[in-house]
Nanobody, 125 residues
Framework: QVQLVESGGGLVQAGGSLRLSCAVS????????MGWFRQAPGKAREFVAA????????LYADSVKGRFTISRDNAKNTVYLQMNSLKPEDTAVYYC??????????????????WGQGTQVTVSS
């Protein structure tokens, strides 16, 4: 059993910053990929960013590139998403996810095996 617990969401004004955290516990794997997705009201869940635990390789959606930074602390089995220059269109529930495969950093939901419960991020204009 693998548990993912997100934290750090909240309400922020446009232009502000937030940092999300996702801690992985339970049965863990030596190498895996951790990703962040988000789902805005009335929209499909979309890929935001991902990082490979073994070498720190990262991948970002175009919409957040240059504003968001994903990082990890392997000793704590935790991944972070630093979100700067937030925009109202970043408002969504943010989910972290784990892909047990460490070979490829994917952007599709089906590639991820475990999901957190989500944390709300609201950006006011």
């Amino acid at each position: 059993q693998v548990q993912l617990v997100e934290s750090g969401g909240g309400l922020v004004q446009a232009g502000g910053s937030l940092r999300l955290s996702c801690a992985v516990s339970g049965r863990t794997f030596s190498n895996y990929v951790m990703g962040w997705f988000r789902q805005a009201p009335g929209k499909a869940r979309e890929f935001v960013a991902a990082i490979r635990r073994s070498d720190g390789y990262t991948l970002y959606a175009d919409s957040v590139k240059g504003r968001f930074t994903i990082s990890r602390d392997n000793a704590k089995n935790t991944v972070y998403l630093q979100m700067n220059s937030l925009k109202p269109e970043d408002t969504a529930v943010y989910y972290c996810a784990v892909d047990r495969s460490s070979v490829r950093v994917g952007v599709a939901e089906y590639e991820y095996d475990y999901w957190g419960q989500g944390t709300q991020v609201t950006v006011s204009s």
